[in-house]
């Protein structure tokens, strides 16, 4: 008897889906222009990749977030390049299970970056030599040089601000960041750096979602994308793992567990988009400040 299903959680290559235009960078603009929230989720592996996919996520983010929910290290800044390149290989592998549509962020380390842009330049081949499409790297205006090193290359770049895990031990922890008058100035002007740099999307973490939805409107040429930064972002980024609720500690404010009401992952996955797409989520009143 010839069995009819795969092993091991694996997708087949023929697996029917409904087929979907490839994510690109014109394809978000265009997104954005019509008023079309992005989606973006992490993921470290072949198989959630897929489903994600699968699921309409048009941005992957191969996060450094591994380390705490994947490796088990108290932060983000244990990560090394070669894992990131790993989990990044291993991902884009996945989405050619699928139908490969997703655009793949991956984040570039602690210590992959700041030393110099040649440095930088070395690291990013590294990511998109295992398949990212983009790469991501946190910090202020001190990166614009940086950035627009990479993108007068052709490295395309997504830049974050707001609270940077990298140097949350210099931040004091996990903090909402810009809340005075003086530090959301100093957001801004480093957002606008970056979008005068080349960066072509900007994750903000944990930003007031007034301040979110003004760096939104000033940034037409830098998609923000929002995690904890309220609704009006051009789109919103969550951790997989917290989105389907695999957490043992107490779940941040700007988290929702979509798994508690599908019957799935891929479902969950869908409710996400739906509910990003929508509008529903985040709520400001419930995951924002």
Request: proline fraction near 5%; hydrophobic fraction near 45%.
């Amino acid at each position: 008897m010839t069995a009819t299903g795969t092993p091991y959680g694996t997708i087949p290559p023929s697996s029917p889906q409904p087929q979907r235009r490839p994510v690109s960078l014109p394809r978000l603009a265009q997104m954005r222009a019509a008023g079309e929230k992005i989606t973006m989720l992490t993921a470290y592996d072949a198989t959630f990749a897929a489903v994600a996919d699968a699921a309409g996520v048009e941005c992957i983010l191969v996060g450094d977030s591994l380390g705490m929910v994947c490796q088990g290290l108290h932060s983000t800044v244990g990560v090394t390049l070669q894992d990131m390149a790993y989990h990044t290989a291993s991902v884009t592998r996945g989405l050619h299970r699928a139908q490969a549509t997703a655009w793949v962020i991956a984040d570039m380390p602690y210590g992959s970056y700041a030393e110099s842009p040649e440095q930088a330049m070395r690291s990013a081949c590294q990511l998109m030599q295992a398949g990212a499409h983009m790469v991501k790297l946190e910090g202020g205006g001190w990166t614009a040089p940086t950035v627009r090193f990479l993108v007068d290359r052709g490295v395309p770049v997504c830049a974050h601000l707001g609270l940077t895990p990298q140097t949350v031990h210099a931040l004091g922890g996990y903090r909402v960041q810009g809340k005075d008058e003086q530090a959301a100035a100093t957001l801004r002007q480093h957002a606008l750096e970056l979008q005068d740099a080349g960066a072509a999307m900007l994750v903000l973490e944990m930003v007031p979602a007034a301040l979110s939805a003004q760096l939104t409107e000033e940034l037409p040429l830098c998609h923000t994308i929002g995690i904890g930064a309220g609704n009006g972002t051009a789109g919103q980024v969550l951790v997989l793992h917290d989105m389907l609720g695999v957490n043992l500690g107490k779940m941040a404010r700007f988290v929702h567990n979509f798994m508690a009401d599908a019957g799935s992952v891929k479902g969950a996955m869908e409710a996400y988009v739906q509910a990003v797409k929508n509008g529903s989520f985040p709520d400001n009143a419930l995951h924002a400040w």
